[in-house]
T-cell receptor
């Protein structure tokens, strides 16, 4: 299973942008990059995913390096509600036959009021 | 985002007893997953299920575990003879046919005494 590396923790001030990095140097050509977050005492929550191009949705943006060996999740304006553990996960494409997620330890984001 | 519900929210059992955890289905969700998270540790994949068959399982998912979805009803995880180390949060995940992301439930907290 392809491995990702994330900082253990980060802090941000409320209303400021947050850039959460993820390294995945062993990514294969068909692996999707998924981001989930887990708020305290809740199940993982989907944030965003991408393959090669940068992606935007209502929650966040995903910037993917040209060589795909790293990516960055961008929260444009952090709120207190965004305090959570953020997971960067590689998931095989349809041809891999697997859709399981292998969670790492993630990045614990603390948002300061 | 489709709501995923799980029952019960909290289950307390004695060691050696059988427990059944349930995930309430939503139409169009064909792919089901179980994950667990021991307190303070990573989210771990247990099993994936499609078309009434296990499609993938981890080494954690041994003979003590079983899954089924009888007659299109709730998707269940059974632990036949619980051990103390089975105490954890158990999350059900579901995915639409053709979809990329998994939607997770709020989890069932299993406490084995």
């Amino acid at each position: 299973d392809a491995k990702t590396t994330q900082p253990n923790s980060m802090e941000s001030n409320e209303e400021e942008p947050v850039h959460l990095p993820c390294n995945h140097s062993t990514i294969s050509g068909t692996d999707y990059i998924h981001w989930y977050r887990q708020l305290p005492s809740q199940g993982p929550e989907y944030v965003i995913h991408g393959l090669t191009s940068n992606v935007n949705n209502r929650m966040a943006s995903l910037a993917i390096a040209e060589d795909r060996k790293s990516s960055t999740l961008i929260l444009h304006r952090a709120t207190l509600r965004d305090a959570a553990v953020y997971y960067c996960i590689l998931r095989g494409g349809a041809t891999s036959g697997t859709y399981k997620y292998i969670f790492g330890t993630g990045t614990r984001l603390k948002v300061l009021a | 985002e489709p709501e995923v519900t799980q029952t019960p929210s909290h289950q307390v059992t004695q060691m050696g007893q059988e427990v059944i955890l349930r995930c309430v289905p939503i139409s169009n969700h064909l792919y089901f997953y179980w994950y667990r998270q021991i307190l303070g540790q990573k989210v771990e994949f247990l099993v994936s299920f499609y078309n009434n068959e296990i499609s993938e399982k981890s080494e954690i998912f041994d003979d003590q575990f079983s899954v089924e979805r009888p007659d299109g009803s709730n998707f269940t995880l059974k632990i036949r003879s619980t051990k103390l180390e089975d105490s954890a949060m158990y999350f059900c995940g579901r995915r639409l046919a053709g979809g990329n992301e998994q939607f997770f439930g709020p989890g069932t907290r299993l406490t084995v005494l």
